[in-house]
């Protein structure tokens, strides 16, 4: 790269200079640089041409006088590095970058906008169904409503699908672009200095894999492999998705969490569930038969966990699980799970579970449920592991801790956890805007890894975090907003969240 930019320096100076009285290693140095650009040496009227194996000590030409001091001449014809045409290549690498910055942005938006349209073509399909089972019990009126929110949806479905086909029009326009951009590159890597190019076309690769990443994500969003676990871990989050303040339109009901079945019966695949409350009560849970239902407030059936005394729950890490709610118990301090079929609720005592370790975010979180691909989970802290967070296994049938496993983390110092894949994932607070998922316990392995992968916050203070595998979402419940988060994973298994510790 020197050599090519002493080449083009001299060209511009000058087509034809002397060098006189250089001592003999600099003459050296400058036999080597015309070496490896096409130059010849003028000494008199004789030129002298070097080939591509010169021999830099037997074959220099000029002379050498008594003071060791050599004079010699050398001529620089018209062809060197193109500078101009590199910068040109330069400036539209910089350009395509630009348009894969505004793809990925577009990709992301996309997934907001899909989530909310599934939803009403979802809702849409039910409302069509009982309608057909009963026609007879519908005015003409409702009717025309039903229509015009078709109309609507399918409008919004085709402009989405138009923007999906215009970014992956552009995306294969980028791709031709990068191509020739290649053909450039290699064609100036074969004619000149290939030190230059070869530095400047590592840059271009790094544009190829943007926009691999690029079309993986686009990929990942419109055909994810949901209850997959052929992955290497989460690599990122998604911005934060609000849908909307909560059912009550409080925000002092910042104590709750909502979220969809993690391992929804037949029938109810699109359910979702709200629970809150001013305070760190369990007092009742809603249910929605979709997501049109629960931003519309309108809930299928709402439980009064707190008219029974044999119901009553404190915290909110609470999950819903095959129509089943898991939860902390109250009163004995225990795990519990409330069957909102049968309308049924049963406790078991933790074995060893300490109630004065909580989440840093909020107090009387002790129990944290969670699920994943391989089941149900609990974390928690004991008197012996000195508050360090202990993660358990649950036998569902049994309803009891089959595995446990210890952790090295203070459960104090902990934002939240959620589970995927049989890995645990915690996470903490960078700033007022910003939690980073810093720590990850494989229970596969029984290895453990401080890592960083942050994520934007809606708001400062969140009291609910968990994964749902059925959509590979995590759902937060950020000062009383419905938040979630599209998660991404590394498609290899060997790439591992960067390990900081």
Partial sequence: MIAALLGFFFLRSIVAFEVRHFSYPLVVFLIFLLQHNPVAFIHVNHIIAFPKTVDLWTGRNGTVDPGDQCSCEAFLPGTTFPMGELVQLEQTAVQISQKLELEIIKVDMYESKLTIYMERVANLTVVIEMMEDDPDSYSELYIQEVKIQIKQVEALILELQASIQTSSAVLITIRKEITVIIVELTKLETKYDKNLVLVTRREYIKLQQKLEECERRHNEIFNPNIGSCNHGGISRLSKPIISQLNANLASGHIYGGWGKDSHPLPGSETMYWYSASTDAV???????????????????????????????????????????????????????????????????????????????????????????ESGLWVTYATEASKG???????????????????????????????????????????????????????????????????????????????YNPTDQKLYMYNNGYYVSYHVWFNQNQSNKPQVLI
């Fill in 388 to 466: 360090k967070l202990v993660l358990g296994k649950i036998d569902e049938a049994a309803f009891a801790l089959k595995q446990v496993w210890q952790t090295s983390i203070f459960k104090p110092s902990v934002g939240n956890t959620f589970m995927v894949c049989g890995v645990l994932y915690a996470t903490r607070s960078v700033d007022i805007h910003t939690e980073e998922i810093f720590y990850t316990y494989d229970t596969h392995t029984r290895k453990e890894r401080y890592v960083s992968i942050p994520f934007e916050k809606f708001q400062e203070r969140y009291m609910y975090l968990d």
């Fill in 282 to 372: 369990v007092r009742y849970m809603s249910v929605y038969s979709d997501y049109y239902r629960l931003i519309m407030r309108q809930a299928m059936k709402t439980y009064d966990l707190y008219a029974s005394s044999d119901w009553r729950g404190m915290g909110n890490n609470y999950i819903i699980r095959a129509n089943t709610l898991y939860y902390q118990f109250a009163n004995p301090f225990s795990m519990a799970k409330f069957n909102m079929t049968t309308q049924k609720a049963e406790y078991r005592v933790v074995p060893s579970a300490s109630n004065r370790f909580s989440y840093h975010y909020a107090p009387n979180q002790i129990l944290d449920f969670a699920a994943d």
